[in-house]
Structures are given as C-alpha cells and as structure tokens.
C-alpha cells in the first residue's frame, strides 16, 4: 500500500471529535485521581494522596469548569456530612452552575475528596481572573480545614491555604487574610498537621515581609518550631524567608546558613531557576556584608548570568575597595535594586567598599599617610579617614598603629594565620555541617510500615516447609538405598 493511500484511509478528526476526546481524558484524570484519594482514606496511606495531588499542575493547563462540574455532580454528602454538603454547593456556585441535587449523585463524597474538587475550583478561578470569588470560595473551604481535622486531609489542606493566600495577595488585601492564617496555624499544630503547618508558617512569614512587620515575623519564628519532615520546597521556601530576616535584623551569619542550605534544597534547574535567581541575589549580598567575595563561578552559571549581572558588577567594586565605582554601580541600577527589594542591604555595603580599600592599601603600604588614604578612598576629610581606619582597626579588619600627630598609618607585620585558631573554626564549621547533613539525610529516609511483615513471615514458613519436605526426601531416599544393600547381602 503506498503512502498515498494510507493518508487517504485516515478518518479526519474534526474540532468538535477532538474537544469530546480532550473531555472525556480530562475527565478519566480525574476520575482516576479521586480513586487514588478514596483508597488513601480507606488505607490511612498518604503515598496515595500525593499520588493524586502530584498530577495537578499538568491538569492546570487542561481544566475545563463544565467537566469539573459533570463530575462534582455525582457525588453528594450524608445528612451528618454537612459541611461537606456546603463545600460542595460552594464550588458550585463559583463555578457559576446551579446546586441543585442530581438525579446521578449516587457517590458519597468524603471531605478530602471536596476538599480536593475546590483546589481544583481554586485553580480555575485564579486563572480566570476572578479574584473575588475565588477569595469567597478560599474562606469556605478554610472553615471546612477548620471543622474537619483528619490527618488525612493535611496535604490537600495545604495547597488549599497556598492559593487561599494567593488570591488575597494578587487583590492587594494579604492583611485580611493573617488572622484566617493565625488561627488556622494554632489548629494545624494541635491536630499535629505537619503539612499544613509549615505552609502556614512560610505564609504568615511572607504576609509580615509583604508589609515589612520584620520584628513580628522574627518573633512569629521564635515562638513557633518548622517541622522537620515537611517537603523540601516549602522547607526552602522558609530557609529562605528566615535568611531574608535575619538578613534585614544584621545577623548575617544566621542569614548565609539559612540562604546557603535554601539553594542546596532546591534543584538548581530550569523549573526552579526563579527561585534560584531570587535567593542567590540576596545571598551574594548577604556575603558581601560578610566582607567575603563570591565566587565568579557563581555568575557563570546560565541561569544566573544574566539576572546577576548587577550584582557581579556591584561585587567588583566591593573586591576593589573603590568608593566611586561602587556609588557609579548603585546609581546605575538602583531600580533594579529596589524591584528586588535590597536596596537597603546594599546601601549597608559603602562601609565594607571602605574597609575593603583599607585592607588592600594596608597590604600594599607598610606606612602611608591620612591624606593619601583621603584620596585613594576619595573621603571627604582627613578627620572622617582616620576615624575609619580607627574603626577598621577595632573590628580587626587590619593590624595597624596610627601616628595621630605625624598623621600617618603604620601597618604590623603580617601574622602567619596557620599560628591562630583560623584554621580550627574553619574545619569546625564544615565538620558541624558535614554532621548536620547527615543527621538530615537519615531524618528524611523512608522506612516501610507493618504490612510487609506478614509477607516476610509467610515467605519464612514457607522456606521451612521446603527445608523439612527436601529432608523428607533425603530420608526417603536414604531408607530406600538401605533396604537396597540389604537386599543384595540376601542375594
């Protein structure tokens, strides 16, 4: 058959023929997906729920509200399944469709199940820009996370908070939703919902940033503790959020640990290249104050080159210690800075421009002069240079004397550092996290339940009964191979 007549022979697939099909596959993920949610409920195995909840994002792009609503449809709720009644008849009516009972609700709906067909409500709303029932059907089914405490809706119950929060924040009004987040917090850690917890506290954190309440949110992190087998992007969603604080308080180490572990937390790929490019700029920053210089393989990285040119170009003039290049670059790409909300980190690091500049001519001069130090550093006066110097000297930036009344600069010799304790808090700090990433690691390692146990056990009633049949054999045979010599000693 040519190729000719095998084209001809294909049936023609027409418009209305491909939207059918696209339903009804939409339809049958669904479907398939709710199935996965029963036997996760029926089972206590949350492995199941993720199962489900892992194929949202690619039903983002496919959702369509009349198939959401075909199948809300066939289910109902029992009359002591109230609140279930009303979530139900919540999503329906954002999605613009009639509550009325269906002559097809034969299936029971269960709370993880509804709960999980207004995420998927929730999904469509937001992309549809409608903000303003989104918010209203966000508030129903918070109350219901309220009213029904299962373990088992801790997972959907997170996602659920996530976009409860979106919606306030793309209408301008993240404040209304804090005291919702509060008291949702307080009940997720009485009903030991680890999920569900630790998006609360990555929200109600990125609430207080959004309106700068940095003191709230630092208190808010005191008082609360992170669980410590939530999943690893809401685990570096936090990191990240603490070292941003922490940051902003001056407490810069804090800030690069918790900045350094957030980049190791997420993979460092296109799906997660914005959340790279937002924590390495900080994180530059955060080193930089630190008085290190990062590395240039940083800013080679592709997905890092372009968004972090700013910041290379702001690391050279810190490396350099050149007072006018750092002010050329700040000026150059202050809004850029400000869009990235580290303005004022940046404008914290004139003074460590300036003692970078004092490190290098105290290097470079064993005795050099107030005015010279004026004019390499382009300082205003001879006063302010050695009142930095002064400065520079008490924080142990440079070993030096200052010869007030001959106004002039005398640097020490340089001190071996391997003599000092350097090299000994250098390894302890790596020891400390090479310990701390083991700890990690055997924290997060998943071990099987009970259920295997009774196979294990069959299997090893089996291999017994195999081992006492081959010696039965053995014996047979051994009898049967006497009886044998007996019979030849007769003959």
Do not use: W
Request: charged share 25%; aromatic share 8%; with cysteine.
């Amino acid at each position: 058959m040519s190729n000719n007549e095998s084209a001809s022979m294909e049936v023609e697939v027409t418009p209305e023929q491909k939207r059918a099909e696209e339903r009804r596959i939409l339809s049958e993920d669904i479907s398939r997906n709710v199935k996965f949610l029963e036997r996760g409920i029926a089972a206590s195995e949350v492995h199941y729920i993720h199962r489900a909840l892992r194929s949202v994002t690619a039903l983002r792009k496919r959702l369509q509200s009349d198939v959401l609503v075909e199948i809300i449809s066939t289910y109902s709720a029992t009359a002591s399944q109230q609140v279930v009644s009303d979530c139900l008849k919540s999503i329906l009516e954002s999605l613009g469709q009639s509550a009325a009972a269906s002559a097809a609700s034969v299936k029971v709906c269960e709370p993880e199940v509804a709960m999980y067909f207004g995420l998927l409500a929730q999904l469509l709303l937001l992309d549809g820009n409608e903000y303003e029932r989104g918010a209203q059907l966000s508030n129903v089914l918070v109350a219901m996370v309220s009213s029904t405490q299962r373990r088992t809706l801790d997972s959907v119950a997170s996602r659920v908070f996530f976009y409860y929060s979106r919606f306030f924040e793309v209408a301008d009004r993240l404040s209304d939703a804090r005291a919702s987040l509060l008291n949702a917090l307080q009940t997720a850690t009485l009903a030991n919902m680890k999920e569900t917890k630790a998006m609360l506290l990555t929200l109600l954190l990125r609430n207080y940033m959004h309106y700068k309440l940095y003191d709230q949110a630092e208190r808010l992190a005191a008082k609360t503790s992170f669980p410590t087998d939530a999943p690893n992007n809401l685990l570096a969603r936090y990191l990240y959020y603490m070292g941003r604080i922490e940051a902003i308080q001056l407490n810069y180490s804090q800030a690069q640990l918790h900045l350094l572990e957030a980049t190791r937390k997420a993979p460092l790929n296109a799906a997660t290249a914005g959340f790279q490019q937002t924590v390495h700029k900080i994180c530059v920053i955060v080193d930089l104050l630190m008085g290190n210089i990062p590395e240039r393989s940083l800013f080679r990285i592709p997905i890092l080159n372009k968004p972090l040119q700013p910041y290379f170009e702001l690391t050279q003039a810190v490396r350099v210690g050149d007072l006018s290049q750092f002010q050329e670059v700040v000026h150059r790409y202050q809004d850029k800075f400000l869009q990235d909300q580290v303005l004022v980190l940046v404008q914290r690091l004139r003074h460590n421009v300036i003692k970078a500049g004092i490190r290098s001519i105290s290097v470079a001069y064993s005795r050099i002069s107030l005015r010279d130090i004026c004019l390499k550093l382009h300082l205003d006066s001879e006063e302010d240079a050695e009142y930095i110097v002064a400065k520079a000297i008490r924080d142990g930036v440079i070993d030096a004397k200052i010869d007030h009344e001959k106004g002039f600069v005398k640097s020490s010799e340089i001190r071996n550092v391997y003599a000092t304790s350097d090299p000994q808090h250098a390894f302890d700090k790596r020891i400390t996290f090479c310990l701390n990433l083991y700890n990690e690691s055997v924290k997060s390692m998943r071990y099987p339940g009970g259920d295997h146990r009774k196979e294990l056990a069959y299997a090893d009633e089996a291999i017994k009964r195999e081992r006492e049949f081959a010696q039965e054999l053995e014996n047979e045979d051994f009898d049967d191979d006497v009886d044998g010599d007996a019979m030849d000693e007769d003959l």
